[in-house]
């Protein structure tokens, strides 16, 4: 089955070993992502701070393109592509004169049938076939599943498939792979990976709670589905330990590359040597690599 | 403890209201001060002015403060205020419009780097259809230099260095230029938002 797959820049650079891992996992349960054509950047959080017009027109570009494929789902797995490539369509949705002023200027127009998904959202969708493929139990494994802001809070009314404030769809997904994710309070708390270039100490204050919260309550590792999350609380990490004398370090997993791991994908297929913060560690401890 | 009267004028209040009504399409007047945004906002407490204030600020037409506080320029558009807003307002739309409203009456913003950061990337995205990190950084640190000097410039390398060492130890450092073919009509968008910000005697 072909899904229609957007990987936005970050998938495309820093955050490479996210996509080829996506592509993995889900081949292996026979879903093929087929990245849209000559994409471009969906303006993330930037665009919508600095002009309204382009916060919309930019994704939209990129929607008229996941049209014209004729598929009816498309994966986003950044969290800001997602919310911004949904912002728009819906607003799109309800503006037709917004939309024909946008579509004049596009060669693929939007029609607004494809329906957006997240990464999770997919996996979920498919959790008997990941199970079923699976080889190894996630034995040990006490995840803190971290999900960010842009998942489940969206700046208009969203219906989304998970719980706002209490999210679960990792937890479940990582129960059947044998993990013992916990519970804990920072799940949907903001990590400020917008800010830690521009506003450094904002951005190391508020990781050094998320990491604070999951260390109090046992975690031994934390995983997310958002690159800009994953970027930033794994090439931070050493600075908020020292700065707010944190003994403990987390690794910082992306959910593909657990799922991964637990069927039975090595390191170098999974990339996890191209973490910051020790990440092999643990799974060779937990004897899962 | 110091007292202070409320100054209030219902007409500088009325305009300021409206136009930031109608720019965020928030409804600020629904706000009943509950409090529920302030409590779940992440930077409320290092900025000094949480968004329940914002928001009184602006009805009462204290304009200068509402265009020129560290909120504005803090926001994380994390969404968590207007998520728990009773009343449905998204205070980070606000901000977004209160940045733009400041920027148009040349108010220098209070984090000038903040603003730096957000127009690089804009920028960026309109050379190439896609952001490229290291253009994103060189167009980020040139306007850097332009507001602060070397000195904004040379902070920001000492720590941004430290991260790009390890970006390329770990291979996460990307130096292919990434861009998209349909440039032509990237520009057009471009050009339109322009437009729009022109007709509206906006920068
Ligand atoms: S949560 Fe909403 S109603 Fe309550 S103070 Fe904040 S903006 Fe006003
Ligand atoms: S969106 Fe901005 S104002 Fe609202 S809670 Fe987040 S940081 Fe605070």
Redesign the pocket.
């Known amino acids: 089955m072909k899904i229609a797959y957007y990987p936005g820049c970050s998938l495309h650079a820093s955050s490479k070993l996210y996509d080829i891992q996506a592509k993995s996992v889900l081949g292996k349960i026979g879903i093929e992502l087929s990245e849209i054509e000559d994409w471009n950047c969906c303006g993330a959080t930037s665009a919508s701070k600095t002009d309204d017009f382009l916060a919309i027109a930019l994704a939209a570009r990129n929607l008229g393109i996941a049209d014209a494929t004729g598929l009816s789902e498309m994966m986003i797995p950044c969290s800001s592509c997602y919310s911004r490539t949904l912002v728009s369509q819906k607003a799109l949705a309800g503006d037709p004169a917004l939309r024909s002023e946008i579509n004049a200027e596009l060669a693929k127009k939007v029609e607004g049938k494809i329906k957006i998904s997240n990464i999770l959202e997919v996996l979920l969708a498919r959790k008997k076939e990941l199970t079923d493929n699976a080889v190894k139990k996630l034995t040990g494994l006490k995840p803190a599943c971290y999900y960010g802001c842009l998942l489940t809070r969206f700046p208009s009314d969203m219906p989304i498939t998970d719980s706002v404030e209490n999210p679960v769809a990792m937890e479940g997904l990582l129960k059947s792979m044998g993990a013992e994710p916990l519970d804990w309070g920072y799940k949907t708390d903001?990590c400020g990976a917008s800010a830690s270039v521009n506003d450094a100490d904002m951005a190391l204050k508020l990781m050094s709670k998320i990491l604070k919260d999951a260390l109090a309550r046992g975690a031994n590792c934390f995983v997310t589905t958002c690159p800009m999350c994953q970027l930033n609380l794994d090439a931070y990490q050493d600075e908020v330990r020292e700065k707010y004398g944190i003994a403990k370090s987390l690794p910082v997993y992306f959910i593909t590359e657990l799922l991964g791991v637990s069927m039975g994908m090595g390191v170098e297929q999974m990339q996890i040597d191209r973490h910051f913060t020790d990440a092999l560690g643990l799974l060779r401890e937990l004897k899962l690599i | 403890m110091s007292t202070s009267t409320l100054k209030y004028s219902a007409e500088t209040s009325n305009a300021l209201l409206k136009e930031v009504m109608d720019r965020s399409g928030q409804n600020l007047m629904s706000c009943y001060q509950c409090r529920r945004?302030a409590a779940?906002?992440?930077?409320?407490d290092e900025s000094g002015v949480t968004?329940d204030r914002l928001v009184r600020m602006v009805l009462l037409g204290e304009k200068d403060n509402a265009l020129n506080n560290l909120?504005i320029w803090?926001?994380?558009?994390?969404?968590?205020?207007?998520t728990r807003c009773p009343n449905n307002i998204q205070?980070?739309r606000i901000?977004e419009t209160l940045k733009q409203m400041a920027k148009e009456a040349h108010i220098e913003p209070n984090i000038p780097r903040v603003a730096s950061f957000h127009s690089s990337f804009v920028k960026s995205i309109s050379h190439f259809g896609r952001s490229n990190e290291l253009e994103f950084m060189a167009l980020y640190e040139i306007e850097n230099y332009k507001k602060g000097g070397l000195t904004a410039v040379k902070e920001d390398i000492k720590s941004t260095s430290k991260l790009g060492r390890s970006m390329l130890k770990k291979k996460r450092m990307h130096f292919k230029l990434d861009r998209t073919k349909g440039k032509s009509e990237i520009k057009s968008l471009f050009k339109k938002a322009a437009d729009k910000r022109g007709a509206k005697g906006q920068p």
Do not use: S
């Open positions: 903001c | 945004c779940g906002c992440p930077v409320g968004p909120l803090k926001c994380l558009a994390c969404y968590t205020c207007g205070t980070a901000n």
